[in-house]
């Protein structure tokens, strides 16, 4: 039997089986019932052959059978495979648990994100309510706090202020979807730990419950039922372990403890021992990740405290990573004093301009620049070109790609684009497509109306046709000759003759003693027989 056939002869007797149930009051599940046809077709009391297809009466009694083990409530083999289905079908580990809370909160927050990425605000007051928005999307994923707590809101925003302010959604909208959900997140991780943080100091974190002291007693008090009930499932099992060996021992025992119903009630308890394992071990590991995770909180938390206290600016912890332009000289009071090279103080702050990173020694100077980098930049660029050891001391080599030192030429050409030129050309067919002209087309509308009167008289003419006598019963003929061909000869000897040239000469041109002068023709000429 073909598979699409064989699943569509499983899918009916499913939907029969479960409307046999049905009739009687028993609501039972698709996995339940398929699960159960398994176990009754491999059951080899039932006489169901694998290799054979069911044919009708299969077909009936199979249903019959699944049916009456479903309905029989005091059968614990049933109620072991119910326990089986549903913890297959319920329990996950820890990492595809946190994978579908995840999943479920993207979808949740798929409308807020939607809202905010595909905002086009202009006005000052749909600026207002795009950053509310933010900062709603902020406490929902994060789930520190409710949105609709006016003391939490405030908070959030205060947080999402110092690093985000409002005059920045400028910047925001004009970025891409894909960028602005990437800022999303990591906006919310920020003020997530401005909030942690300020409740750590005691100087805010309103509404926020500290996870790890709820876990510390939720853990503890979880495991101890999972071991409780751990126990007495295998108190039940040894009991019926111990039944069952003295009915073996005693063979009379058997007629009134019914072993096959003992030997079904050690299975169900046994499966249920060993579920009960695998989620205590799953809260074990749980225990000891909450522990590992809550020193590593309290260890960020006491290195932040240290960082921040009495000092108004955190250093960052990769500021010594930072490719510093000008080496460190303030670039402002390089291009406003006539080169004066003045080192920048990092602690006033650093400016980020087209992924490059300048310092400065005031806060005007830094201020001032900001307002028009590429001012001070030609600045400084022109400066260099008057005084050509700034390229080097500034490391300017981007700027005069043609100066470059030669112990720094393996790490710059790494950055530099070599110009490449190339003859390129192409060529496209006249005509592509097949051409659709239509020679009986025609625009002059008077040469149409020719057209259309010889048309009108062609239609009052009659075509006659005559035949005589003598082209009657005739018929054509035909005949055939033989092309003419050419002809030559050729004979054994060859012949020619030669005409004498003519030898012509004049006497007397160059005159002599008297005043006329005579010319004497003379002809030297040789005769045709001569030659």
Request: glycine fraction near 4%.
């Amino acid at each position: 039997m073909p598979p699409t056939q064989s699943e569509s002869v499983i899918k009916n007797i499913i939907r029969e089986i479960e409307q046999e149930c049905a009739s009687y009051g028993e609501v039972a599940s698709d996995t339940l019932i398929a699960f159960m046809v398994k176990a009754v077709v491999l059951d080899p009391s039932n006489g169901f052959n694998m290799d054979r297809t069911l044919i009708k009466s299969d077909v009936e009694k199979l249903v019959k059978l699944c049916v009456n083990r479903l309905l029989d409530s005091k059968n614990p083999s049933l109620d072991t495979i119910k326990m089986q289905v549903y913890f297959d079908m319920n329990y996950t580990n820890r990492e595809e648990f946190i994978e579908e809370h995840h999943r479920i909160l993207e979808s949740k927050l798929d409308f807020v994100t939607r809202e905010i990425t595909d905002n086009r605000a202009c006005a000052q007051k749909e600026l207002e309510s795009l950053y509310r928005k933010i900062v709603s999307y902020v406490l929902l994923r994060t789930g520190v706090g409710s949105p609709t707590d006016i003391k939490i809101v405030r908070e959030a925003t205060a947080a999402l202020q110092s690093v985000f302010p409002q005059a920045e959604l400028g910047t925001f909208l004009s970025l891409s979807k894909k960028d602005k959900e990437l800022q999303l997140k990591e906006l919310s991780m920020i003020v997530t730990g401005i909030r942690l943080f300020n409740r750590e100091t005691g100087k805010g974190g309103e509404g926020i419950e500290f996870l790890p002291d709820i876990l510390h007693e939720a853990i503890p008090a979880t495991a101890q039922h999972i071991d409780s009930q751990l126990q007495i499932a295998q108190d039940q099992a040894y009991r019926y372990t111990a039944i069952l060996e003295k009915v073996t021992n005693n063979p009379l025992l058997s007629v009134e403890l019914k072993p096959y119903m003992l030997k079904e009630l050690l299975y169900n308890v046994r499966q249920y021992e060993i579920f009960l394992k695998i989620i205590l071990s799953e809260i074990i590991t749980c225990a000891q990740e909450v522990k590992l995770m809550t020193k590593q909180l309290g260890a960020l938390l006491e290195q932040l405290k240290m960082n921040v206290s009495s000092k108004t600016a955190i250093p960052t912890s990769n500021f010594d990573k930072l490719l510093i332009q000008y080496r460190g000289f303030c670039g402002y009071t390089l291009a406003t004093t006539d080169g004066l090279l003045l080192p920048g103080n990092p602690a006033i702050g650093i400016l980020k301009h087209k992924e490059k990173y300048y310092t400065f020694n005031s806060r005007s100077a830094a201020y001032s620049f900001a307002e028009n980098p590429e001012h001070y930049i030609n600045l400084i660029t022109e400066k260099a070109k008057k005084n050509a050891e700034l390229i080097q001391l500034l490391e300017l080599h981007q700027q005069f790609e043609t100066l470059i030192p030669c112990s720094e030429i393996k790490v710059i050409t790494k950055h530099i684009k070599p110009i490449t030129k190339s003859e390129t050309g192409t060529q496209t067919d006249t005509h592509i497509l097949p051409p659709t002209i239509v020679r009986s087309y025609d625009w002059n509308e008077w040469e149409l109306r020719r057209k259309a009167i010889k048309l009108a008289n062609l239609r009052q003419k009659v075509t006659h046709s005559v035949q005589t006598d003598l082209s009657h019963m005739r018929r054509e003929n035909y005949s055939q000759v033989y092309p003419t061909r050419n002809a030559a000869t050729q004979s054994m000897r060859e012949g020619s003759t030669a005409v004498p040239r003519p030898q012509i000469y004049i006497a007397g041109l160059r005159g002599g003693q008297t005043k006329t002068t005579y010319g004497v023709k003379v002809n030297l000429t040789r005769a045709v027989d001569e030659t």
